[in-house]
């Protein structure tokens, strides 16, 4: 047994020898890293560039911030300091009951209405609720307009709509004269002739020079469709003839039959604003009756042949016939 492990725990000098050289390998490569650091010198980064980038970008920032907040605390000043001067200067938040989803500011605030929107005449204890969203009304007074008059109440004075709705001055101002009600109830002879503003049988309205005020008065005529007639009038020119109203969105033949006998036309005031020798294609295009083919071959036309020498010259346009000639002839000016 003691020859046994004798013999297994014992090197021969050859393996006492290679035993050796390994562990000087081992030791040479241990301390490598640090003798080639000795001989081998790593190359510096150049952080100047960087340096200078960021040393400008704070100078923008504090020139920026200066410009903005000329009276407020240094920037040298500690955060912990500015954190404190916050809280220091700082009102106490106001407390609203937790059942009310809006704060009063922000019913105070009117959304304005979409560039495309059109103020109109409107009752409000009659309007709907796509024509009060129309006018730019927020969503949550409008159903409040709505449930209002379900329960009965009626809005007898524009006043009494003003503080429904809680406008500001320059609000009430800019709806004022399109609410229909009476500014006050001075007395049952002014509400009586105010609620009798429609026109009466044997009344006649010219539509190329009325306004809103007046179209209202047609009956079957709203605030809306007031709009959208005097909208069409001035993009067209002026009406020639009643049957051109049949053109206008929302206007139907029924309609049309039943305000017939209340409107008529001067063509004599029609404004010719289609100017063939001097509109380009996005300006020609306004009119609703030239769509963009018409319109690049009238100013290509032009520029091949010169001026057009009267209105009639159009008619040499591939995509003007006769009937389509007499649609547009009232319009055109070749000045």
Same mark, same amino acid.
């Given at each position: ?13 050859t ?11 081992? $030791?040479?490569l241990?301390?490598?890293p ?8 790593? /190359? ?9 980038? %960021? ?20 920037l040298?000043?500690?955060? =912990? ?26 019913? #105070?605030?009117e959304?304005?209405p979409?560039? +495309?929107?059109?103020? @109109?005449? @409107?009752?409000? #204890?009659?309007?709907s ?14 159903? $409040? ?12 004075? *524009?006043?009494? @709509?003003? *503080? ?12 004022s ?17 105010? %609620?009798?503003y429609?026109?009466? =049988?044997?009344?006649?309205? =010219? ?16 605030g ?5 007639i005097?909208?069409y009038?001035?993009?067209?020119? $002026? @009406? ?5 109203? *049949? ?7 029924e309609?049309?039959?039943?305000i ?23 300006e ?7 769509? /963009? ?22 008619? #040499? ?5 006769? +009937? ?5 002839a ?6």
């Amino acid at each position: 047994m003691n020859n046994f492990v004798k013999d297994y725990f014992t090197f021969s000098r050859t393996e006492r020898r290679g035993f050796r050289v390994l562990l000087f390998l081992i $030791g040479i490569l241990i301390i490598s890293p640090w003798i080639m650091d000795l001989f081998i010198k790593p /190359k510096p980064w150049d952080f100047s560039a960087f340096e200078k980038e %960021i040393s400008l970008l704070q100078k923008n920032k504090k020139a920026v911030f200066s410009s903005k907040y000329p009276s407020s605390t240094k920037l040298e000043t500690s955060p =912990e300091k500015r954190t404190s001067d916050i809280y220091k200067n700082s009102k106490p938040y106001k407390k609203y009951p937790v059942i009310d989803a809006f704060t009063e500011e922000e019913r #105070n605030i009117e959304t304005q209405p979409k560039s +495309e929107s059109l103020l @109109f005449y @409107f009752d409000p #204890n009659s309007a709907s609720e796509k024509d009060l969203l129309s006018l730019g009304f927020q969503k949550y007074k409008t159903g $409040g307009i709505i449930s209002y008059r379900i329960k009965g109440g009626k809005f007898k004075t *524009k006043d009494d @709509f003003a *503080k429904f709705m809680k406008f500001n001055p320059e609000q009430l101002q800019k709806y004022s004269a399109f609410i229909l009600l009476p500014d006050t109830c001075a007395s049952t002879r002014e509400k009586t002739s105010f %609620i009798s503003y429609k026109m009466n =049988e044997g009344e006649v309205l =010219e539509l190329n020079s009325a306004d809103s005020s007046n179209l209202i008065r047609i009956p079957g005529v709203g605030g809306k469709m007031a709009a959208r007639i005097i909208t069409y009038r001035d993009r067209l020119g $002026g @009406f020639i003839s009643t049957s051109q109203l *049949k053109e206008i969105w929302g206007m139907d033949a029924e309609l049309l039959l039943k305000i017939e006998s209340y409107i008529s036309v001067d063509p004599s005031l029609i404004h010719k604003n289609i100017l063939i020798n001097t509109a380009n294609v996005g300006e020609l295009m306004m009119h609703p009756y030239i769509s /963009k083919p018409v319109a690049t071959l009238i100013v290509n036309y032009r520029k091949q042949h010169g001026r057009y020498e009267n209105p009639a010259s159009i008619r #040499n346009l591939a995509l003007v016939d006769e +009937e389509y000639y007499r649609k547009l002839a009232p319009y055109l000016n070749e000045k």
